[in-house]
């Protein structure tokens, strides 16, 4: 059992989301999938909501709480990580739903703001299908290890 390669990609992402929202609530970019935020209230939307390129904290709090019982062996292990592969898939959803992305790509001129927009956008994505992966692979030696 080597939960290290998940837990390194776990951290990249925690502090990759947090640049995220830091340019989101700078920018005023609200989250627009299941709803539409107003870019006045994007740092309080952040935490319940999220914003257009960030999950929200309280799922990224869940998320590093299930990530911690990854080092547990047995069921509570198998428990987190399960939960951070299911949460992974709906930030990986979430996240490429988001219209920013579409509206930013499609715009005549991208622009310093754009193309951070779409880069943090992206980094985002490639370590949620590397979460996705390593949190596979780890489940798999876990299950040949019982």
Known sequence: MSTRPLVTVVVLFLIATAF??????LNKLPYEFGGTGNPETVAVDSISHGTAISPPLTALVIFAALTALTFRRGWLG??????DMLLTVLFLVAGLAE??????????????????????????????????????????ARRQQA
Do not use: D, M, W, Y
Request: charged share 10%; hydrophobic share 60%.
């Open 99 to 140: 219209p920013i992305i579409r509206r930013t790509l499609q715009a005549p001129s991208l622009g310093v703001a754009g193309v951070a927009t779409i880069g943090l956008s992206a980094v985002n994505i490639v370590l949620l299908l590397l979460l996705l992966f390593f949190g596979v692979k780890e489940l798999r």
């Open 78 to 83: 198998i428990v987190g990580l399960v939960g």
């Open 20 to 25: 995220s929202t830091i340019f989101a609530i």
